[in-house]
Structures are given as C-alpha cells and as structure tokens.
Nanobody, 118 residues
C-alpha cells in the first residue's frame, strides 16, 4: 500500500499562488489532484501520466494550475496561480498503481487545506 502525503496548503489572498506537493511512499503511475469545498462533491482538478507527457485539467484550473512530477522523488506538484476565493477547498492527491489506467486511482492522501481570501 502506497501512502500519499500532501503539503503546501495554507491561506493566501486572491491573486496569489501556492504550490502543493504530494510525496508518495512508493512508486505510483498516473497521479492526480482533486478538491472538495464545504458542502460540495469532490471534484477533479488535474492529472498527469507517469512520464509526465500527458496532463489534463478541469476547466476551472486551465491556464492557472500546472501539474508536474519528479519520479526520482516520487512526488507530484500542483502549482496554483491567480488563485480565487472559489478555489478554497481541501485538496487531495491521488495515485494509481501499475494496473490502473490513466485517470483511475488506488491511493489517496489525507488532504491539505487551501483557503483563498478575497
């Protein structure tokens, strides 16, 4: 079982930036970020393939968020720029095993809170 630990969340003013990190205890293949705001369903934010050659973003983050990874460190990142109050949520990291197809995940982190003030 691979453990995922997110970090980098916090309080930031609208227009600011944050970089989230997710460290995995073992190898993961496709990885993604999701978020859940109070009273809302968990939603997809971004995904990246093992090689980093394929990425996908939700419309809400397109052009503002960038997902990347460092396989030598078993870490995936989410750079978030031009943050808006509606980006406030708990952000979760997800990872897929070698048998999982792109966009499907077996492992989940505990989440990190991102709060954007107006």
């Amino acid at each position: 079982q691979v453990q995922l630990v997110e970090s980098g969340g916090g309080l930031v003013q609208a227009g600011g930036s944050l970089r989230l990190s997710c460290a995995a205890s073992g190898r993961t293949f496709s990885m993604g970020w999701f978020r859940q705001a109070p009273g809302k369903e968990r939603e997809f934010v971004a995904a990246i393939s093992w090689s980093g050659g394929r990425t996908n973003y939700a419309d809400s983050g397109e052009g503002r968020f960038t997902i990347s990874r460092d396989n030598a460190k078993n870490t995936v990142y989410l750079q978030m720029n031009s943050l808006k109050p509606e980006d406030t949520a708990v952000y979760y990291c997800a990872g897929g095993s070698i048998t999982s197809t792109y966009g499907n995940y077996d492992y989940w982190g505990q989440g990190t809170q991102v709060t954007v003030s107006s």
